[in-house]
């Protein structure tokens, strides 16, 4: 069982950047594959970025890459997306979530993943 807790959300300027941490619990962190997803007020949740168990393969949607950088510390059991030059339509609640089982490549599949954190909240003002 992992459970996952999102902080770093709030209130920012566009253009402006914000860091979200995703606190995982749980013995076998460093074999889980990590995503972020974002899900804004009417719209489904998205995949934003993506990242293997090792921290060597990363994926991106296009509105992130470039901007958005996601990473982990297995020694912490934390998972960390930087978020830069932020947008209005970037404004959503974030949320981190773990893939157990073998990392095959695939990051982008809402239902893939086994656990999700509660989200924080983004909102970008213009």
């Known amino acids: 069982q992992v459970q996952l807790v999102e902080s770093g959300g709030g209130l920012v300027q566009a253009g402006r950047s914000l860091r979200l941490s995703c606190a995982a619990s749980?013995?076998?962190?460093?074999?889980?594959?990590m995503g972020w997803f974002r899900q804004a007020p009417g719209k489904e949740r998205e995949f934003v970025a993506g990242?293997?168990?090792?921290?060597?393969?990363?994926d991106y949607t296009d509105f992130a890459r470039g901007r958005f950088t996601i990473s982990r510390d297995n020694a912490k059991k934390m998972v960390y997306l930087q978020m830069n030059s932020l947008r209005p339509e970037d404004t959503a609640v974030y949320y981190c979530a773990a893939k157990s089982g073998l990392y095959n490549g695939q990051f982008s599949y809402t239902s893939q993943y086994d656990y999700w954190g509660q989200g924080t909240q983004v909102t970008v003002s213009s």
């Open positions: 749980g013995r076998t962190f460093a074999s889980y594959t």
């Open positions: 990242i293997s168990p090792s921290g060597g393969t990363t």
